[in-house]
């Protein structure tokens, strides 16, 4: 285990997590998702499905706060004053903070809880704690570039990335730390971050203070800025996510400049899925800088929910083990060892396809055709699917609802794909699809007849939310005329998208057992 950050859990290395639980958890990074803590059914007879948090709140991840958020298991207010707090009694000794915006913060932590309580949700960023360089522009709050000849520097107005998060609600605690003006030295009237895994650790130049200040869990999200590695450095130092995004595709106006032809600007999170959060809000065209780019703005979550399938990996062998600490190279080469293309592909058929439904279909007729394992099914899924072997990845936590003449249930994950792997396999693409998490939810009975299924009006739908605490399993209804088939013959009338509830099970051919 690796010493983590001052006041926090101990925690696996990342490479040890990778080396650990092998191909599979790299083909997780598509299916996993931040975990909420409220599971429930889409409908009038929800259920509360509250669990322990697996980690401190202030290292939850900036998607899993969103959720709570958006579900009003915590309150912006609550979150924020949370952060300030943590803030006052952690930051003295690691110094990411140069400037604290206390009364602004809570301002904006107010106004967001109350637009939400009206219902006006303006996406995962609203009522989120972050914080930015203090290379941004913030009118009228100090901006000093970690100068001294900036130290009394008040603009009036905000740099485009810094407005930009605010029209997404998120909520600005403060200004980070860096070296004077983004170079490579501090100038000797500012403080210095320090690492917050270990003191005599570099911390990275020049977004010090952003990388700093994700690591040790002072805010959900900051703002960096990259002319030579400035994002990169910081992330890779205090070992978090950092993205450097495309020239252009972030504003740079009212960031003070480096070189104009070589800055970037960018997040700088704790998960992967929470970059894409924050450029998708900070990107985009902006008239005041004419460097800017004008194409449209991707929806970047849906890219990482796309089939890994045919997915070309690049990797300079040169860059990565030439003039680096061999550790670090070893750890590179033990991730990509993991990375066939061949052997990938096929692993992901055989999930998807393969192993993965045809379990589930043992499990739905050993239900059909054992009573005792029915029951036992429906009050415990994860237990009695254990029962037949079905562990692992993914499969922690299964909650298996039933289908009968009344009672129609539909599974989906609306934030991103958690499934249960064991007893399903890899999710397939159309699970994964924003369409599908949506309508699901909002449309279920017009998804059941795009899949050509049709229930009576009479028939209740019930929608499950399926989450990284929690996972659903439909128990089918068993068709007629299946009453003297044996277990293996009804297994293999069972589908995944049964399973799903986006199918029913159909009859044997011709109607016939």
Not at 254 to 267: N, Y
Not at 416 to 426: D, F, I, N, R
Request: proline share 6%; net charge neutral.
């Amino acid at each position: 285990m690796s010493k983590g950050p001052k006041n926090g859990e101990a925690r696996m290395s990342r490479r040890q997590a990778l080396l650990g639980v092998g191909s599979a958890a790299l083909l997780s990074l598509q299916s996993s998702c931040a975990s909420k803590e409220s599971n429930a059914a889409a409908s009038a007879s929800s259920q509360s499905g509250k669990q322990p948090a697996m980690e401190p709140l202030h290292y939850s991840s900036l998607r899993d706060v969103a959720r709570r958020i958006q579900s009003k298991e915590i309150s912006p207010v609550e979150l924020t004053t949370r952060m300030l707090d943590r803030i006052a009694t952690v930051d003295p000794k690691l110094k990411s903070y140069a400037t604290v915006m206390r009364e602004q913060a809570l301002e904006a932590a107010k106004r967001a809880e109350e637009e939400i309580q009206r219902g006006t949700y303006r996406g995962p960023l609203h009522g989120v704690p972050i914080a930015v360089k203090d290379l941004c522009y913030t009118k009228g709050v100090r901006t000093m570039a970690g100068t001294s000849i900036y130290a009394n520097f008040i603009p009036d107005h905000d740099a485009t990335v810094v407005t930009k998060l605010s029209q997404a609600g998120a909520v600005l605690l403060g200004k980070l730390n860096l070296t004077e003006g983004a170079m490579t030295g501090y100038n000797p009237a500012r403080d210095i971050p320090v690492n917050p895994w270990r003191e005599d650790l570099w911390a990275g130049t020049s977004s010090s203070g952003s990388g700093v200040a994700t690591a040790a869990g002072l805010c959900y999200g900051s703002i960096g800025t990259d002319t030579g590695g400035s994002i990169r450095y910081p992330s890779a130092a205090n070992g978090v996510v950092g993205l450097k995004p495309t020239y252009g595709r972030v504003s740079r106006y009212g960031v003070f400049p480096l070189a104009e032809s070589l800055d970037h600007v960018g997040p700088i999170v704790r998960r992967a899925g929470d970059a894409a959060v924050m450029l998708e809000a900070i990107a985009g065209f902006d008239s005041n800088d004419p460097t800017s780019l004008k194409a449209p703005v991707p929806y970047i979550l849906d890219e990482l929910n796309k089939d890994v399938r045919g997915l070309r990996i690049g990797f300079d062998r040169r860059f990565a083990t030439e003039g680096i600490h061999p550790e670090q190279s070893a750890a590179l080469q033990s991730a990509v060892d993991l990375v066939d293309r061949a052997s990938l592909d096929a692993l992901v058929d055989t999930y998807e396809h393969k192993v993965g439904p045809r379990n589930g279909a043992r499990v739905v007729a050993r239900a059909w055709t054992d009573p005792a394992f029915k029951q036992r099914l429906l009050e415990n899924g994860t237990a009695a699917i254990a029962e037949l072997g079905y562990t692992g990845e993914q499969g922690a936590d299964i909650r298996v609802v039933e289908n009968t003449p009344k009672v129609h249930n539909l599974i989906v994950c609306t934030l991103c794909s958690c499934y249960p792997w064991p007893v399903l396999g890899l999710p397939p693409v159309w699970y994964k699809s924003a369409p599908y998490r949506s309508r699901a939810v909002i449309d279920p009975r017009g998804v059941l007849r795009e899949f050509e299924t049709q229930l009576a009006e009479d028939v209740e739908v019930r929608v499950w939310d399926s989450t990284a605490e929690e996972r659903y399993l439909v128990l089918p209804e068993r068709p007629a005329g299946t009453e003297n088939l044996k277990e293996d013959a009804l297994a293999s009338l069972v589908t995944r998208d049964s399973m799903i509830g986006v199918s029913k099970v159909a009859p044997p051919a011709g109607g016939k057992a």
